[in-house]
């Protein structure tokens, strides 16, 4: 894997399914009673983030604690980024910090890239969101969510058809997961209105249509985007309530999906706009099951950045406590089958 997570073209197909087998493991320390392993222990993550965010926030402050980092949250509000200070200054303060990873969501498109190759600081730097370009966690927390309903865990998404309805003009989520998904072998299927689909997305590597009715009947998985007012200065279209009639997830709709198809949406959700209540609140919308796995994907992310090359789990085994503290995985640490174990167990 690379030094950095900034574009979800960053990973190979191997890579993909390192981070989703490894988010495996770590997901079976969430069923633990204590939720945690002494993997980064000593080790401090950085989550700076210049727009507002609930889930994927949270999510990799949890993540990280879980594996025993130390973790300082920065929100530019409240901070000296409101008096004018500028991301290289607050760059070159996390450096003096001694900052492993920095998990940076920023609202300009590229902001993670430039930290990553401006020198001004060494650490792993992890794209949470950088303006309507990329989120390659949601991407990777979306592949693994489908994985585990469609394909199988250990497998790629070969053959499976994904549909991502919406705003594709504004979603940093919907660009990493065309590239992921087309990485992973799925077919990928965008369906919006035309003005909501950016410049040069007939160069993506997926179909592009404009009738949802049309392609619901194939979807092994259909992923409902947020329409984000908050990026839009202009009318893209008519009112809402044409475009919930022509773009919205309703109980019709989703009855024309095949049997074990999922619906998914990254959050946050407009209720009654792109997808209704009784979609949302149905056991085929997957929601909240992706903000779950999302703690373990980032958790994945995290433990291989900063330097995992053996399996996590073993690694944490290997670690001596140090005599004041308990073993902060004394929890049962033997029940977790390492990689190798599993291996040698599927032999
Ligand atoms: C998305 C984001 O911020 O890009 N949400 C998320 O990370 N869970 C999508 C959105 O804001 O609509």
Redo the contacts with the bound molecule.
Sequence with gaps: MKRHLISAADLTRDDALLVLDTAEEMARVADRPIKKLPTLRGRTVVNLFF?D????RISFEAAAKRLSADVINFSAKGSSVSKGESLKDTALTLEAMGADAVVV?HHASGAPQRLATSGWINASVVN??DGTHE?PT?ALLDAFTMRRHLSGVGRDLAGRRVTIVG?IL????ARSNVLLLNTLGAEVTLVAPPTLLPIGVEQWPCQVGYDLDAVLAKSDAVMM??V?RERMNAAFFPTEREYSRRYGLDGGRMAVLPEHAIVMH???MNRGMEITAEVADSPRCTAVE??AN?VSTRMAVLYLLLGGSEPALATARAEEPRPEEPRADDARPDDVPTEAARTEESK
């Design positions: 727009e965010s609930t889930r994927t969501r949470a969101g989120h949601q705003d504004h979603s940093r989520v985007l947020r984000q990254p959050g946050p992706q903000v999302g």
